[in-house]
Every structure is written in structure tokens, then in C-alpha cells.
């Protein structure tokens, strides 16, 4: 029996890591059509509003502050932030926290384009593995496209263009630094927080963004220089 659960297992270990791998390879340039965290949302009762803009059509503000708020380091890793990840290690085995902390966009981006919501160890050798793909097929550039077109805003808002709309009625590209800082700011609890109407945490981590945004790489319009 348990040697039959393991080939069953293998087998659909194989498939997922095939399919996976197939699926970075397409949306390398096609937008991914829809993610696990939509679908589960949409289950949830919220509805799904997106519309995907090409990294061109979103405002430079808003790339450096979701970088400045979610990875500093985003330019200048190769998927994994080593020092946060050990720093992140130390204080879960201290029984501290979780291990939480640790994830850089790259990481997110695999993570919500491919897996379910989740901190299980399952999830997150999966999301390494996925981080790795991502990485070797994308570059820099198309991740962050990615990133900033299926990540959650608000109830069943994903991507920045209708994180602008739903937020500020305006579009992504016309968004202003201070307005970047703030949807920025909502990324860590985007069904309760609020850019337009900011309580005083979302305040707090918004200025803190803006203080972080002079430590990123300078480039025009992105900051990743030749990465990019």
C-alpha cells in the first residue's frame, strides 16, 4: 500500500512539475488567464476585475514603491534574499514567530501565478522551484510585469491597473508617488486596507516606503538598469 501511494504520488509530483514548467515557458509572453488565489476568491463570493497592462503603461512610481515595500534587493538577487531568509530561519527556530518575512517578489510572483495560499512546506519547495523557473525564463523585467498585473489590491481586484481604478479612478500610468506609496502600502492586507482612505497603519507603512525608495537602484523608468 505504501509502496503504491508513493509511485501515485511521484506520478503526480512529475505531472505537476511538467505542467509548471510548460506554463512559465507560455507565460513567459502570454498573461497568465487566471490564478489559484482568483479562483479561490471567486469561490469566496468576490468577483474577479483585471485588466492587464503591459509594464509600460503602469506608472514608474508604482514599480519602485511595490519594490521599495515588498524587496529592496529585488535588482540585485537571484530569486531568494539569502540574508532575509536566514535572518527569517533564525527567528522561527528562536519560536519567535513563523517563518515569515523572507519572500521576495520573485517568490510572490511564483506564488500567485502557480500556488494556493499557504505557509506548508509542500507549498514553499514548490514555490522555490518555481522561483528558480521564473528567474531563468523571465528576467527581472517580465517578473515584476507579472507580479504587478496578478497581484491582490482589494476584494477581487488584481493588477494595478484596476488597483487604480478601484482605489484612485484613475489609471496605473497616471498614478502620482504618493498615490504608488500607498496602494503600496495596501499589499499586505489588501481585503481590509484602503489607498484612498488610509487608516494609520497604512499611513505609517506608506512613509516608510517612500523612505526606502532612495536605497533602490536608480534607472528611468524601472530601477534595474541593464537587468531590465
Known sequence: MLRRFCRVACAILTAFLLASFLLVTLYRDVAPPVTPLMLIRLAEGYG?????????????????????????????????????????????????????????????????????????????GLEAYLTVLIELAWGKRRIIEVYLNVVEWGPGIYGAEAAAQYHFHRSAAALTAAQAARLAAVLPDPLDRLAARPDAATRQHAAFIIDQEPNLPAATPLPCGSVL
Open 48 to 124: 474577479v476585475h483585471k485588466t492587464w497592462r503591459p509594464i509600460d503603461a503602469i506608472s514608474g512610481h508604482l514599480v519602485r514603491a511595490v519594490m521599495a515595500g515588498e524587496d529592496g534587493k529585488f535588482c540585485r538577487h537571484y530569486g531568494f534574499d539569502w540574508a532575509a531568509i536566514r535572518h527569517a530561519w533564525t527567528r522561527y527556530e528562536s519560536g519567535r514567530r513563523g517563518l515569515l518575512g523572507a519572500s521576495t517578489i520573485s517568490m510572490q510572483t511564483a506564488k500567485n501565478v502557480f500556488l494556493w495560499p499557504g505557509r506548508d512546506w509542500l507549498r514553499k
